[in-house]
């Protein structure tokens, strides 16, 4: 089964600070994706990664980075929080073109 | 990106009767995917479909690929408490990308 690890259920932080979420996957799958999750919105596509150090913008990139260092991991990152920036973010991974998404646990992130 | 159009959009139902939700989109996918999302939780894969027209179970779990490939369907029998939670289909194209429905919030009354 695969296993996609978000490192942190729950985070509280004020505006302004930096901010990074963690996702690893065991399955040695190539495609990793994050995705935010807000009621009405649905899920949307922040950023996606096909390979190591390589990233494509998704549908909304604006205040989000992303490092992809190892295969295994694929992280995001806030540069400056903002309160319109409270939300549930989602990992995703898929091994090959055309096969399902596997999603991790989820990060609810609220910026005060 | 496109998003998916999902119905219904919440059921309130009771305990063992049957529960059908469908997604359509205006584009042609080549995989459907049907998800459940628990409350505080990421989504699980309940269902996926390769090939239009092919009808896959998964216990009490039935779904359809539609023939012209831009829609779905998802069928849950005799349902139970625990089936409570959001369920929603998700589009692939060629591409590789993603397409979401706004998801079906089902409530099961024991």
């Known amino acids: 089964d695969v296993k996609v690890t978000q490192s942190s259920r729950y985070l509280v932080k004020r505006t302004g600070e930096k901010v990074f979420l963690e996702c690893v996957q065991d399955m040695d799958h190539e495609n990793m994706f994050w995705y935010r999750q807000d009621p009405g919105l649905g899920l949307r596509l922040i950023y996606f990664?096909?390979?190591?150090?390589?990233?494509e913008k998704g549908d909304i990139p604006e205040g989000y980075s992303v490092s992809r260092e190892k295969k295994e991991r694929f992280s995001l990152i806030l540069e400056s929080a903002s309160t319109n920036q409270t939300s549930m973010y989602l990992c995703?991974?898929?091994?090959?073109?055309?096969?399902?998404?596997?999603f991790g646990n989820g990060t609810r992130l609220t910026v005060t | 990106g496109q998003q998916l159009n999902q119905s219904p959009q919440s059921m309130f139902i009771q305990e063992g009767e049957d529960v059908s939700m469908n997604c359509t989109s205006s584009s042609i996918f080549n995989t459907w995917l049907w998800y459940k999302q628990e409350p505080g939780e990421g989504p699980v894969l309940l269902i996926a479909?390769?090939?239009?027209?092919e009808l896959t179970s998964n216990g009490r779990l039935t779904a359809q690929f539609g023939i012209t490939r831009k829609d779905s369907f998802l069928n849950i029998s005799a349902s139970i408490p625990s089936d409570v939670g959001i369920y929603f289909c998700a589009g692939h194209d060629t591409g590789n990308q993603f397409y979401f429905g706004t998801g079906t919030s089902l409530t099961v009354i024991p």
């Open positions: 479909l390769y090939k239009a027209g």
């Open positions: 990664s096909y390979d190591v150090k390589m990233k």
């Open positions: 995703a991974t898929n091994r090959v073109d055309n096969s399902p998404l596997h």
